[in-house]
């Protein structure tokens, strides 16, 4: 069992910047695909980024070239840094893995709390 926590949420203004973190108490995340999804109110949950084992990433068209994913498998972490945070960014951020399985998906098998970003105008 993987037990995923994330931090880092809060509120910004736009244009400003948040750095998420995802960590694995438990167990080691290094055998683990790793992604952040997220969910705005009255939307469905959303891939927002992910990177596999191999340190291969994606992101989703809506946040590339303003968010980047790394992992820190010593510490057991994987990041979420985003920049340029846009009103329509303000969501629940999910941190989920999967030891395989489609990358850029929701079909991720664990999933943590989620943490909430809010971006103001």
């Known amino acids: 069992q993987v037990q995923l926590v994330e931090s880092g949420g809060g509120l910004v203004q736009a244009g400003g910047s948040l750095r998420l973190s995802c960590e694995s108490s438990?167990?080691?995340?290094?055998?683990?695909?790793v992604a952040w999804l997220r969910q705005a109110p009255g939307k469905e949950r959303e891939f927002v980024s992910a990177v596999t084992v191999t340190r291969n990433t994606y992101y989703a068209d809506s946040v590339k070239g303003r968010f980047t994913i790394s992992r820190d498998n010593p510490k057991n972490t994987v990041s979420l840094q985003m920049n340029s945070l846009k009103p329509e960014d303000t969501a629940v951020y999910y941190c989920?893995?999967?030891?395989?399985?489609?990358?850029?998906?929701?079909?991720?098998?664990?999933w943590g709390q989620g943490t909430q970003v809010t971006v103001s105008s």
């Open positions: 989920a893995a999967s030891p395989r399985g489609a990358i850029v998906s929701l079909d991720y098998r664990y």
């Open positions: 438990k167990r080691t995340l290094s055998p683990y695909h």
